[in-house]
């Protein structure tokens, strides 16, 4: 049976075997009744056609903006009655290869959802019920300065919206303790292919749980999520220790993730050993009166150094003394070089939401609208010193006008009945590849960064390392069929379940809109 299916669904997705089919008109979407509203217009449909990438523009027959997650069933079963319409859920829009559009389909609007997107915080019991399309920014705002509590694993960017996020996975420091996002959520609501509104999580309809848990919107679209909450910090110590040799981050970084005592948030980055203000050693210190002092670099650094950041958490009730004397026990035992070592302290809230002041900035500047060709890649210990000499001190010496994130995560704190891809061993890394054009790049520009990319993929076919891409999207079936593995069968079936005519998330090019089965 299953091979019969991943046959057919392969058939269904040879993009050159099948004409494209075009919709012109609203079809079968006049009869639709909603609470909400379905916009044909121009803007709206101009708006969906775009995302944060800015490389694709794959404009939707309309737009819905849903009063709740019955709107959302009601407009899947409608459009199950076209053989060719499909369905793609948009939070904010901060998808990078197209992924929440859909080509002459409905994109469904989920920050739309108004009360449904409400945040009900339940403190006896440490969790918020909380609507598909809110923001996590908002999350934050209500649960800690309305409660003091807080989600236990996080984004860096928080205007992404919860439905999203955990449609991947939701990665970020504090995972190497945690695990992603999908690992801190307890109940879904969820609007399935089938057009089936379904309460689901470990123990009820525990399929479809862990289907749509990085199931990149394949099988269901997520009105409603429950997240696990605990106490929130009043205060953080943020830390910031430079080296010169990749073998001694990379063991630092491993030592913390592993450690029963640790920090609360550890990341880390690549930088070029330039003056440069984007890549280079004015990205290191975290406030102006801080500098970079190049006297101690050792005489043999190379192209590339490494910063590894490091947040505790603390009350407001601590003593100072105590907060130091934690620090200096934990950054005891680190190899960093001495006197680069740059630390603050700031609220919770705005250590959380130190990413948005970097929005501003590049709103100010007019980058934060030009094309973001990002890269995100998981790539296992095994094979992470070799990616570091051929790619951090080859290929990307001079930066990517952008951060070069790299930090360790564990496989044990991801559930592997999730449909999220991994490598293979317990420690693995994040590469994420944050690339900004300049204000008014030029085509060449964005294509050269494309290019790059690309040249970096193939790197790591070439020489056989064991990677996934994160915030995937491919061309082709077969590279699907590679990215998830031995997990493919698996992803199929839970297709042929849970969305069997293909309605939803096209813009994925997983699989191709299918009425026969």
């Keep these: 049976m299953l091979a019969c299916l991943v046959e057919r669904f392969v058939a269904e997705n ?23 509203s379905i916009d044909f217009g121009t803007n709206a449909t101009g708006l969906a056609a775009k995302d944060f990438g800015g490389m694709y523009a794959v404009k939707p027959l309309a737009v819905i903006r849903p009063a709740g997650a019955d709107d959302v069933a009601r407009v899947i079963r409608q459009a199950l009655h076209s053989p060719t319409l499909t369905v793609a859920a948009r939070g904010n829009g901060h998808s990078i290869n197209g992924q929440a559009m859909a080509h002459n389909g409905i994109v469904i609007d989920m920050k739309s959802m108004g009360y449904n997107n409400r945040i009900d915080v339940n403190v006896t019991s440490m969790y918020a019920d909380v609507g598909g399309g809110a923001l996590w920014a908002d999350v934050l705002k ?36 945690y695990g992603p996002q999908t690992s801190t959520v307890t109940e879904l609501e969820v609007v399935t292919g089938n057009g089936e509104k379904t309460i689901c999580s470990n123990s009820q309809n525990s399929e479809l749980f862990y289907s749509v848990l990085g199931g990149l919107g394949q099988f269901g679209i997520i009105t409603r999520a429950r997240v696990l909450l605990q106490p929130a910090p009043d205060m953080v110590r943020w830390i910031r220790v430079v080296y010169s040799e990749f073998d001694e981050f990379t063991r630092d970084a491993e030592l913390l993730i592993t450690s029963q005592e640790s920090f609360n948030y550890v990341e880390g980055y690549v930088l070029a050993n330039s003056d440069d203000p984007i890549n280079g050693w004015p990205s290191v210190p975290l406030a102006s009166n801080q500098s970079f002092d190049l006297s101690h670099l050792p005489n043999n650094t190379g192209p590339v150094l490494y910063c590894l950041e490091v947040a505790l958490h603390y009350s407001n009730h601590d003593d100072p003394s105590t907060v130091n004397m934690v620090v200096e026990k934990l950054l005891g035992r680190l190899r960093y070089i001495e006197h680069l070592r740059f630390e603050i302290d700031l609220s919770y809230m705005n250590f959380l939401l130190r990413v948005k002041h970097v929005e501003q900035a590049a709103r100010a500047s007019g980058i934060w609208d030009t094309p973001h060709p990002w890269l995100n890649i998981f790539v296992s210990k095994r ?29 044990s704190k991801w559930d592997n009945r999730s449909s999220v891809a991994l490598p293979q061993g317990e420690i693995f890394y994040l590469v994420a590849l944050l690339r900004f054009s300049h204000a008014h790049p030029q085509e060449s520009e964005i294509k050269q960064m494309v290019a790059q990319n690309q040249e970096i993929l193939q790197t790591c076919i070439n020489n056989g390392f064991d990677f996934k891409l994160y915030l995937p999207r491919y061309e082709s079936t077969v590279e699907w069929k590679t990215h998830f593995g031995d997990q493919w069968v698996r992803f199929v079936e839970r297709k042929s379940q849970f969305d069997p005519k293909a309605v939803l998330a096209p813009g994925q090019k997983i699989f191709t809109r299918n009425h026969l089965l």
């Excluded at 800690?144 to 970020?172: F, H, I, Q, R």
């Excluded at 080859?394 to 496989?411: A, D, E, S």
Aim: net charge negative; aromatic share 6%.
């Design 142 to 177: 209500r649960c800690v300065l309305g409660c003091g509590l807080a989600p236990k694993s996080w984004t860096d960017y928080l205007d992404l919206t919860v439905g999203g996020t955990l449609s991947n996975a939701g990665v970020s420091g504090q995972a190497f303790r």
């Design 383 to 411: 094979d992470i010193a070799a990616f570091n000499q051929i790619v951090f001190q080859n290929i990307l010496k001079h930066g990517v006008n952008g951060p070069m994130l790299t930090y360790p995560l564990l496989r």
């Design 14 to 36: 040879d993009t050159d075997s099948i004409a494209e089919l075009e919709i012109t008109d609203d079809g079968v979407l006049k009869d639709l009744d909603i609470e909400g």
